[in-house]
């Protein structure tokens, strides 16, 4: 590179060091677990999205053997030229019967779920609103659509429907252009849960096209897993979902569930299912069996919400502000950048790791601890978690 290009990334970088918003990788041996190795020490991991701890789990590990041994590493071209084989459609059907709907299509990422939904589904001329804490793969899919995006402010439904009430006479109902209301189920960084009820109520008002990223839901809310429309005793079927198997299902790729219709309108006018190669068959194996599990095995729910409680509860009592969360996802509120990442470091250094979330991530002045639940938690780990958190808190000063 030129010196030029050489001296304009140093002072980036420079700038990022100086405001505490620098990032580095942190390696972890062996397998991710509640226990894993840092550095070479054994740390308590709080801040995996293995909810479930399913990704250990032997029924999974046994599915993606299987399919290797059967089907090989990899499916090596895209689903639409060779790529499409039997274990890929037996998934699609599969989580679409989880998710109680017609159809469902499968991404290589859940982040290129929503770019592909979004992008393909929104065209000129169309209105998007989207929750100001959405995603950043609901914020780029509506970035990369050519519609109108307006953003409305976290979970207000009346700042929502003044949104829908000012939106241009064209997309009105009856009009030939759609209007798309995108949120997520459960929060990434809050960890609180979109009122669905509501906004499915005031799209039906404005005639107009409800998506919802379930990601971090899946396998975790609703008396069976199936999300957050089970959360409320919903059922919806025009209601469009994304979601993600990297999550609690303890595997990796993305999926669209929805209408057969917009699934077949999906699969051909979403770039980033037309030009990726197929997910790995061993990777679609383990996600057929993580939902399997997640219906056969309810008591790791119910360990999760334990362990979540129990956790939400101690912190709450040292004096922690949680942000109202109300999943396994909890914010420990700090807002100064650097104070949280040195508390990041002393809870580190005491074997706990619960890596410090900034901007841009979350926005300014909102820097926190984002430690998650596993089910997989043990009482004594939770203890030591929950002991360390207090001696941190109370040496820097927090609590």
């Not at 069976?224 to 303890?250: P, Y």
């Amino acid at each position: 590179m030129s010196l030029l290009v050489d001296q304009t990334l140093k002072r980036e970088i420079d700038g990022l060091k100086r405001s505490g918003l620098y990032r580095t990788l942190r390696k972890i041996a062996g397998p991710v677990d509640t226990q894993v190795s840092i550095d070479g020490r054994d740390v308590i991991l709080l801040s995996s999205n293995n909810y479930l701890g399913l990704t250990n789990h032997p029924r999974l590990k046994e599915a993606a053997a299987w399919a290797v041994n059967k089907y090989g590493a990899g499916a090596c071209a895209s689903r639409l030229i060779a790529g499409n084989m039997e274990i890929h459609e037996e998934l699609e059907k599969r989580i679409a019967r989880f998710k109680g709907y017609q159809a469902a299509i499968i991404f290589s990422t859940g982040y290129m779920a929503n770019i592909g939904l979004i992008s393909s589904l929104a065209t000129k001329g169309d209105l998007i609103l989207s929750d100001e804490l959405n995603h950043a793969s609901i914020i780029d899919g509506c970035k990369l659509s050519d519609a109108e995006v307006k953003v409305y402010p976290h979970n207000d439904i009346e700042g929502l429907r003044r949104l829908l009430s000012q939106r241009n006479p064209r997309s009105s109902q009856g009009g030939s252009k759609k209007t798309i209301i995108v949120t997520d189920g459960i929060f990434s960084m809050d960890g609180d849960i979109a009122p669905l009820p509501e906004i499915l109520q005031v799209a039906k008002e404005y005639d107009s096209i409800v998506i919802i990223d379930d990601a971090h839901a899946t396998g975790v809310l609703g008396e069976n897993g199936r999300g957050t429309l089970e959360h409320f005793s919903l059922e919806d079927e025009n209601l469009i979902q994304v979601g993600t198997f990297s999550k609690a299902l303890g595997s990796l790729g993305g999926f669209v569930a929805g209408p057969q219709l917009v699934v077949d309108y999906v699969r051909n006018k979403a770039r980033g299912f037309i030009y990726s190669t197929a997910l790995p068959p061993s990777v679609c194996a383990a996600s057929i069996a993580a939902i399997d599990t997640v219906e056969k095995e309810p008591l790791i729910r119910k360990r999760l919400w334990e362990n979540v409680t129990r956790f939400r509860r101690g912190l709450i009592n040292m004096g922690y502000d949680t942000v109202g969360s109300q999943t396994q996802i909890i914010p420990v509120m700090i807002k100064d950048t650097h104070l949280t990442m040195e508390f990041a470091k002393g809870i580190l250094k005491k074997g706990i790791y619960a890596p410090g979330i900034r901007p841009p991530t979350v926005p300014e002045g909102t820097s926190r601890i984002r430690a998650t639940l596993m089910a997989s938690h043990t009482d004594e780990q939770i203890k030591m978690a929950l002991a360390v958190f207090e001696s941190e808190g109370q040496r820097l000063g927090i609590i």
